[in-house]
């Protein structure tokens, strides 16, 4: 069973900026994409951003141009540059990654964007 770890949650203040990092226990077999996805207090989880083994990305609306992802090589590390951080990005961020066979999910990082 692959599993997945994130870290670089923190509390950063407005406009504040944070690196998420996420680690699959092993190389993923039918791997098709990694993303991240968050879930405020309260609310529904969101997509946040996907990446395709070829590169192609995917972002919502309410993160365009602010955040970044990225993965390495091997299929096993996941990434997500998040600048200008608002307030209303406060959530526990999560890494997901669509197989062949299924999604696999992190416990998810605590991200929080206050003054």
């Known amino acids: 069973q692959v599993q997945l770890v994130e870290s670089g949650g923190d509390w950063v203040q407005p406009v504040g900026s944070l690196r998420l990092s996420c680690a699959a226990s092993?190389?993923?077999?039918?791997?098709?994409?990694m993303g991240w996805s968050r879930q405020a207090p309260g609310k529904e989880r969101e997509l946040v951003a996907q990446?395709?083994?070829?590169?192609?990305?995917n972002y919502a609306d309410f993160v365009k141009g602010r955040f970044t992802i990225s993965r390495d090589k091997t299929g096993r590390q996941v990434y997500l540059q998040m600048n200008s951080l608002q307030p209303e990005d406060t959530a526990v961020y999560c890494c997901?990654?669509?197989?062949?066979?299924?999604?696999?999910w992190g416990q998810g990082t605590q991200v929080t964007a206050s003054s």
């Open positions: 997901n990654v669509k197989t062949a066979w299924g999604d696999i």
């Open positions: 092993r190389i993923i077999s039918g791997l098709r994409t």
């Open positions: 990446i395709t083994l070829s590169g192609i990305t």
